[in-house]
């Protein structure tokens, strides 16, 4: 187990060629589930544990990790299953979303299987509102289920940041320019677009690269200019069919679209950010989640969208 991330920061290479590896554990059953390796610094048994009082349900407490304080999350208990039971003979994988280090204790760890994001599907239709799957894929003749972590950090650890009210005051560049919003996550979309509410831009909000595509490429053929109906397109990075990556090296090598102003938005962490934002010819990377740095990206292309149009 000590060595089966060894070597993650040579994978990087795989960004950007819509691949990505999949760390795979199991909860309280037999059902496997995924984690992007780039998310994941470290795995090991479960350390010893302080309970913290009045905590959500889920948080199994913190453990003190070389000098830092960590929370640990029941992952199972998070999106509804039942609390795992002994947890010293469980894992604990060290992660980073949004800013956030947290642990999430896992029933087992397996292994990193590498996937291409075109075989990485979205949930099955049906699925609800209320569902933790953020995608699903198959290894091994067997379904891997990818939780949506974002939705489930909202509901155990709530939002840090909230929007600052002085930054919309004096919204009004907003009206008529409209947003095209890529993003699996259903949480990830609602706070996206609240922001953009508040900031009076409407949008269009895709779950994935290749129904972002699908839907410019609609617009094209109905006859819209779509440097001038598009202000931007803010798009994650890690989604099922199609990368935001992926997404923006198609949209720079169709004439109609190579002028869109594309904003990368998501939780990977590490240098390797900035290196493909250029690689891919995206304008603006951008870290989730602040929603007032989010604001003011957006509203600086606002002003700059408008000046173009006048």
Known sequence: MAGILDGVNQRTQLAGHNRLELLLFRLNGKQRFG????????????????????????????????GKTIGIVDL????????????????????????????FLVGGVERIVNLNWEDILPPPKGTGRHSYMTAVCQVDNELVEIIDVEKVMVEVMGDIEELDPAITSNAVLGSQQHALVVDDSSVARAQVQGVLDALGVTCTLCS?????????????????????????????????????????TKIRANPAMADLHVILHTSLSGVFNEQMVKKVGADRFIAKWDPNLLANVVQEQLQRHAEGLS
């Open 208 to 248: 994935n690269g290749d129904e972002a595509y699908r839907c410019l490429q609609t617009w094209k053929e109905e006859g819209k200019d779509l440097s001038k109906w598009l202000a931007f397109v803010l798009s994650d990075v890690e989604m099922p069919k199609m990368d935001g990556y992926s997404l923006t």
């Open 76 to 103: 199972s208990k998070a999106v509804g299953g039942r609390t795992t039971p002994d947890l010293k003979d469980r894992y604990v994988i060290i992660s980073e979303y949004n800013r956030r280090v947290q642990g």
């Open 35 to 66: 984690i992007n390796v780039f998310k994941v610094q470290e795995v090991m048994q479960c350390p010893r544990l302080t309970q913290l009082p009045d905590s959500h349900s889920a948080v199994v407490g913190v453990a003190n990790l070389r």
